[in-house]
């Protein structure tokens, strides 16, 4: 089986990133809001306009809100579009300020509740707040830091800081979001990008924190950092119901890169009162490029699944990911029991996968679950710890899976499971199983593990063995000591 049927549609992501994460250039008016301003005057940047809410409603096409110091309270509704001729309505941090968005002692109102709304916009760009502090201990009183709807295009979301977004309900429901995108409409959100937020001390209860839901077709997740949250970090989710075409209803043709995502545990979620959440999670979604994130300390590390029995999530790509100390597992694909769906015609390339399954379930650092089938595995480490499994495959439903050009490696017993059945010999498990006839059994030999830096020696095995580049396992120096010493403290 070869790859010609990802080189189909990488080429279409690959125009959709270029178009997505390009503003076009501003022509209109630079006003200015202050909370010592006033909505009476022209909002010049010696008479700002004082209320947020009033200030962004003045917009027109190709202007641009600078926003000051202080702290406005929200919610606030982002209604005014930009064009393609004109530009992006643009509302962003003055420089060198840092405005806030707060909700510290404003009631949640029912259902979805953005602190920040935007619905059926068209070229608007929000940068450089704070936003914060939108607390609901009420079921279906649902509290989302920014939240887009409906249908649009060219929104971007870029440089913000979401933190203490809580959904606390007891009963009733409990749900909430730092940043979700809920293609809501026949017609599609295209065009969205998410880019270098921060999005952090969350409460969650059955949502995530980052989201692409329904009818989004054309996305960008890129550069955000993600942690300390009870529930999934990043998901890109189709076959909810939330677009009333249900053909359209599921996220595709998107990229999730250079994210760093971490802490993201469901242990202490009365909602589940168990370990199941992912750091990078697609149920449902199709045509996803998953490239050079990191994700650790996690239930599960990426997943690509679907929850829907009768779905699929298909043509994905993870390449080049660096996944390790996630407590369940680090990959796992396929519905997670025999009523969900499957994953199908997606490529695994070029990972590292390091010390998984720290709580030693039996998932190991990659799990086939339910119906997985026409897949591409290759050209990954997979570097087990105590739990010794390196290969998870509990079900038989597994059809032309192509599995090969791996270098494995375990400081235990290394156990791989194929369609149910576990071999502790590497020679057994190939012989039993036709599977990676090229792969290799030997120490990475990474640069400091105990540090977490998995970048490989010059004289690693890994070099020289993969079926691409010659060098197994995701591209060098993505994770050094450096970067995790810059991450803030959890």
């Known amino acids: 089986m070869g790859r010609g049927w990802i080189g189909r549609w990488i080429w279409t992501i690959s125009i959709a990133v270029a178009a997505a994460g ?5 022509g209109g008016t630079t006003y200015y809001v202050s909370p010592d301003g ?4 022209p909002g010049e940047e010696a008479e700002p306009w004082q209320t947020l809410q009033f200030a962004v409603t003045q917009l027109a096409p190709g202007d641009t809100l600078l926003v000051g110091d202080g702290v406005y309270t929200g919610p606030v509704a982002l209604t005014q579009s930009g064009s393609e001729e004109d530009g992006f309505v643009t509302i962003k941090n003055k420089p060198g300020e840092s405005p806030v968005i707060d909700g510290d002692g404003v009631s949640v109102p029912r259902g979805f509740a953005p602190l920040v709304a935007m619905r059926n916009v068209d070229y608007v760009r929000l940068e450089g707040f704070e936003i914060r502090n939108w607390v609901s201990n009420f079921g279906r009183r649902n509290p989302v830091g920014i939240f887009v709807s409906g249908s649009g295009s060219h929104i971007e979301i870029v440089g913000n800081d979401i933190h203490d977004i809580e959904a606390r309900a007891e009963t009733g429901g409990r749900d909430g979001h730092g940043i979700a995108a809920y293609g809501t409409s026949a017609t599609a959100i295209t065009d969205l990008v998410i880019q270098n937020n921060k999005v952090h001390d969350l409460i969650l209860g059955t949502s995530e924190a980052v989201v692409v839901n329904g009818n989004v077709d054309g996305f960008v997740v890129d550069g955000n950092e993600v942690w300390n949250s009870d529930n999934i970090g990043i998901d890109i989710i189709g076959f909810e119901g939330k677009s009333p075409d249900p053909e359209l209803d599921r996220a595709r043709n998107g990229v999730v890169k250079n994210n760093l995502v971490y802490n993201i545990d469901t242990a202490d979620n009365p909602s589940y009162n168990e370990r199941n959440a992912g750091g990078i999670y697609v149920d449902g979604g199709r045509d996803i490029l998953i490239e050079n994130n990191i994700v650790h300390d996690s239930n599960m590390g990426i ?4 929850e829907d029995g009768g779905g699929d999530t298909s043509y994905i790509i993870v390449r080049n990911n660096v996944v390790y100390n996630n407590h369940i597992v680090g990959l796992a694909m396929g519905g997670y029991d025999e009523n969900r769906g499957r994953t199908e015609f997606s490529e695994i390339v070029g990972n590292t996968f390091v010390n998984n399954d720290t709580d030693q379930e039996g998932n190991g650092e990659l799990l086939l679950q339910f119906d997985v089938s026409n897949n591409v595995i290759t050209d990954n480490i ?16 597994n059809e032309d899976n192509l599995v090969d050009h791996n270098l494995y490696f375990s400081t235990d017993t290394p156990i791989w499971e194929w369609r149910t059945e576990r071999f502790d010999s590497w020679a057994s498990y190939q012989a039993a199983t036709g599977n990676d006839s090229a792969s290799i059994v030997a120490d990475p030999l990474f640069v400091d593990a105990e540090a977490g830096d998995y970048t490989l020696t010059k004289d690693s095995p ?10 197994i396992g995701a591209d060098e120096a993505i994770l050094t000591n450096a970067f995790r010493n810059e991450r803030p403290s959890s």
């Open 22 to 26: 390009c503003s076009l250039g501003q």
């Open 38 to 41: 006033s909505d009476e005057g």
């Open 303 to 306: 997943e690509i699944a679907s």
């Open 382 to 397: 997979f570097a087990a710890g105590e739990q010794g499994l390196l290969l998870g495959n509990p079900y038989t439903e």
């Open 462 to 471: 890994g070099r020289g063995t993969g079926s691409d580049d010659g060098i």
